[in-house]
């Protein structure tokens, strides 16, 4: 649709005012007519990290980059927004300040923009040295009945890889018809890797080169890795991660919508809480560093502690000091705790058009501890089973004393009775109190078609059958039946999972779909609170993206487990070296499905072993898969394609990043609420015999 809605019209000059100061942002006002642009001439030296922008809406979308100078304490930039990408339909331009004690980044929110348009961005200095350009597009009207096609990511590591996707997916958009072309890009995190490799201490981690991408400036060794240990050392990794040029074409061609994972903090962390070798720290200052490096090099409108200004984050001043106990709701009970979470709240939602309401979640900041990494859980891991953890005692161990019938005292694990030290605590919980009554109030008042829940990690189970395993193969499986592959995401959470998919059946919520990261990984299926032989009664459908470049569990079982007897439940090397991802079908088909393929390469004959019961949920698991998704929605269906690229060890010399390894799309039709949806699978291109 054309023109601006109503309600965009409503909105005043000192609305706008208000929205730019509340996220720190100078306001570049469109004016009637088009002005004249200054003298400009491009200078990328002088903007190392490119230009982004961010959180798109019908009105107004916020414009980054950042411009150090050599002397001084501040600088002056100026802002052009235009219609053109040269510039000769300039339609807002503004004023805008970089600090040095902001990293001299630089926000801007261009406003009274039209919906649903393609604008070009530059920023320049005073002498007239400019920023590349950057293509930016706002969001659909609220009443706008177009499709909406958006691609979803994760976890880019430019230490280890790399980023061969950005290049594919900003190639194929350039080269997309207008109506094919993407709304916007959704990242879900690990927009950095705080673990820092340097390669003259380890030259390669699996078949992978080790990258120098710099020295963290008062770092610390955890392992053979390198970790921030102050807001300086954030900034260097974020630029370090900008400095590739494939994330700087790809944020000067998409606006991003962003929230964090648990790398932009600490790998193993929660809350303002790190873990090292299994030892947990109080580190509150430090997640006050990883707010506000993520506030200033990515563009979004998320809220910060330090209420309005327009140039900088302002960080509360806290203290490391021991959290000795949770509340009710399983958050650090201790101010300084409390006072560094709450710098930043990044959860928020966004509508683009009639047909999709997108709601972000925070799943680090407000998280407990997952109960299945705590050193008392390790009792029930084996060297037998590598990977696996006994369903029943995940159940009983994230429920606490929330598990229906009583928590138990003990829980068997073979001839052993491990005590439940999860029997007095309350539920697991990732979501928190508050993000939670929020999360419930967004999904039940969306008018959206679909409800799209952007939930950072994934939220499908991830099981097997190894009570299935043939005798003698290894010792008898000491659970009671099925394992999960432990915790580490939203999957673990079965309580407060099964609290969020019991109001979507009872609020008669439909259109209701998860997109999701972190796994390193594609999957597709569905949204359900349990698996057999409890009722499997889905409620929505699912999509996780596989990485942008880390390496998953795929590629680790290449180089694990040597000759270990469950090794075929993983990986199968063949003549030549070619490794085959058995866990593929360990996953969706169960332990027979694997071992038959692993020993005949067989798929028909694999398929015929498949255990049902195992997992209703997949249609599509690929445990070693790289590249990006893109979601298209409209009135009627859903879709979700994968586009998977060959492990990017190496940069791709073509300009279209490389061939790719398959695309495969996953579609719904639209059910009405109390219906189960459907899956539709095509696959495109590619062979992903393994993963279906």
């Not at 926000?107 to 590349?132: C, H, M």
């Not at 194929?172 to 673990?195: S, T």
């Not at 807001?231 to 991660?241: I, K, N, Q, T």
Request: glycine share 8%.
């Amino acid at each position: 649709m054309n023109g601006v809605t109503d309600w965009t019209r409503s909105l005043t000059r000192r609305d706008f005012i208000a929205r730019a100061a509340a996220i720190g942002a100078t306001l570049a006002w469109a004016r009637p007519g088009f002005a004249k642009a200054q003298a400009w001439r491009e200078r990328r030296d002088l903007y190392p990290e490119g230009v982004a922008s961010g959180d798109p809406e019908p009105d107004s979308v916020v414009l980054w980059t950042r411009r150090p100078f050599a002397a001084g304490k501040r600088g002056m930039l100026t802002v052009e927004v235009a219609l053109d990408r040269d510039f000769r339909k300039l339609v807002a331009t503004a004023r805008a300040r970089v600090f040095a004690d902001s990293d001299w980044t630089c926000r801007a929110l261009a406003a009274q923009l039209k919906p649903a348009t393609i604008y070009w961005y530059r920023f320049v200095d005073d002498e007239g040295n400019g920023s590349r350009v950057g293509r930016t597009m706002t969001a659909p009207s609220l009443d706008d009945g177009r499709q909406v096609r958006f691609a979803f990511v994760s976890c880019q590591s430019v230490n280890e890889g790399k980023q061969n996707a950005w290049r594919r997916m900003v190639w194929e958009d350039v080269h997309a018809p207008a109506e094919r072309q993407l709304n916007f890009v959704l990242h879900l995190g690990d927009f950095i890797y705080e673990v820092v490799e340097y390669p003259e201490e380890i030259a390669h981690r699996y078949d992978r080169t080790v990258y120098d991408i710099g020295r963290i400036p008062d770092g610390r060794k955890v392992g053979n890795f390198h970790v921030p240990t102050t807001l300086d050392g954030y900034r260097m990794v974020y630029r370090a991660h900008l400095a590739d040029p494939d994330i700087q074409e790809a944020r000067a061609w998409f606006p991003f919508v962003c929230i964090g994972d648990n790398h932009e903090f600490s790998w193993q962390g929660w809350q303002s809480t790190i873990k090292y070798d299994g030892r947990p720290e109080p580190a509150q200052p430090l997640r006050v560093a990883a707010n506000q490096a993520w506030w200033e090099f990515i563009p979004s409108r998320v809220a910060k502690a330090s209420g309005p200004g327009l140039d900088r984050f302002e960080p509360p001043k806290v203290q490391v000091a021991p959290i000795l106990r949770v509340d009710a709701d399983g958050l650090g009970d201790e101010p300084n705790n409390r006072i560094a979470i709450a710098s930043m709240t990044a959860y928020r939602a966004m509508r683009f058009g009639k047909h999709a309401e997108l709601i972000i979640t925070d799943f680090h900041s407000y998280t407990m501890e997952d109960p299945l990494t705590r050193r008392e859980a390790e009792a029930f891991s084996s060297r037998d089973f590598p990977e696996l953890f006994p369903q029943e005692a995940a159940e009983i161990l994230e429920a606490g004393r929330s598990y229906p019938g009583g928590a138990p005292d003990t829980i068997a694990f073979g001839d052993d009775q491990i005590a439940n030290f999860r029997k007095a605590e309350s539920f697991f919980t990732v979501l928190g109190r508050k993000q939670k009554a929020w999360l419930k109030g967004k999904l039940t008042s969306s008018k959206a078609t679909w409800k799209i829940w952007a939930a950072t990690n994934g939220t499908l189970d991830m099981r097997t059958d190894p009570q299935n395993l043939p005798a003698g193969l290894t010792a008898p499986w000491p659970g009671k039946g099925y394992a999960t592959f432990g915790g580490g995401d939203f999957s673990a959470a079965l309580t407060e999972r099964g609290e969020i998919y019991d109001l979507v059946r009872e609020a008669g919520i439909d259109g209701f779909v998860t997109v999701s990261g972190d796994r390193h990984s594609f999957w597709a299926g569905y949204a359900a609170k349990a698996l057999p032989p409890a009722r499997f009664d889905p409620v929505g459908v699912t999509f996780i993206t596989g990485s942008i470049s880390a390496p998953g569990l795929a590629e680790a079982m290449e180089h694990g487990l040597k000759g270990h007897p469950l090794r075929p439940l993983f990986a199968v090397e063949r003549e030549g070296g070619r490794y085959e991802a058995t866990v593929n079908l360990t996953l969706k088909r169960g332990v027979k499905s694997a071992l038959e393929y692993a020993r005949s390469g067989d798929i028909e004959a694999a398929r015929r072993e498949t255990n049902p019961d195992n997992a209703p949920h997949l249609e599509f698991v690929d445990m070693g898969g790289h590249g990006y998704a893109i979601v298209t929605a409209d009135a009627e269906r859903i879709a979700s394609e994968f586009v998977c690229i060959p492990r990017p060890i190496t940069s791709a010399p073509t300009p279209d990043g490389g061939p790719l390894r398959y695309r495969v799309v996953n579609s719904a039709a639209r059910w009405q609420a109390g219906e189960k949806p459907r899956l539709a699978q095509s696959v495109i291109e590619g062979d992903v015999s393994l993963s279906i």
